[in-house]
């Protein structure tokens, strides 16, 4: 029998930065133990151009990977054991059961990549705590 894998969803206004540089973390460190969604209350058309010059720095090619904003659908927040906003608020819809996180993380969106950089790595820095957390519940 196979232990189910946890699923975490990050969740933004846009999906076009934060939510989208959480989810491209967590796929890169949780590998295949992982299965991780992204989505946006509002999605914007694109992804955040300094938002793919910061991850590119790190190797890591959002546009190779498929990454598109998409509209948060309740299916996703159901299906997930983590839920974690970042700036959408109210928006999110709550399901009992399902554990919420909360990240204060300043928008990158209209920003620089200089500026993005810091957003970039404090969200590293919480999606490998998370991972920790997640990896040490599994085992």
Not at 98 to 125: C, F, H, M, N, S
């Amino acid at each position: 029998m196979s232990e189910k894998l946890p699923e975490v969803l990050f969740v933004c206004i846009h999906n076009a930065g934060r939510s989208q540089m959480a989810a491209a973390f967590l796929a890169q460190i949780g590998g295949s133990g992982v299965v991780v969604r992204s989505a946006g209350t509002a999605p914007a058309e694109s992804i955040n151009p300094a938002v793919i010059e910061a991850m590119a720095e790190l190797d890591i090619d959002l546009l190779s990977s498929g990454a598109t904003p998409k509209r948060l659908e309740d299916a996703a927040v159901e299906a997930s054991d983590v839920v974690i906003t970042m700036g959408c608020g109210d928006e999110c819809p709550f399901y009992p059961g399902t554990r919420y996180l909360d990240w204060k993380l300043e928008d990158p969106a209209g920003q620089g990549v200089a500026a993005v950089r810091p957003i970039r790595d404090e969200i590293l820095r919480r999606v490998q705590e998370l991972w920790a957390e997640l990896s040490a519940a599994a085992s």
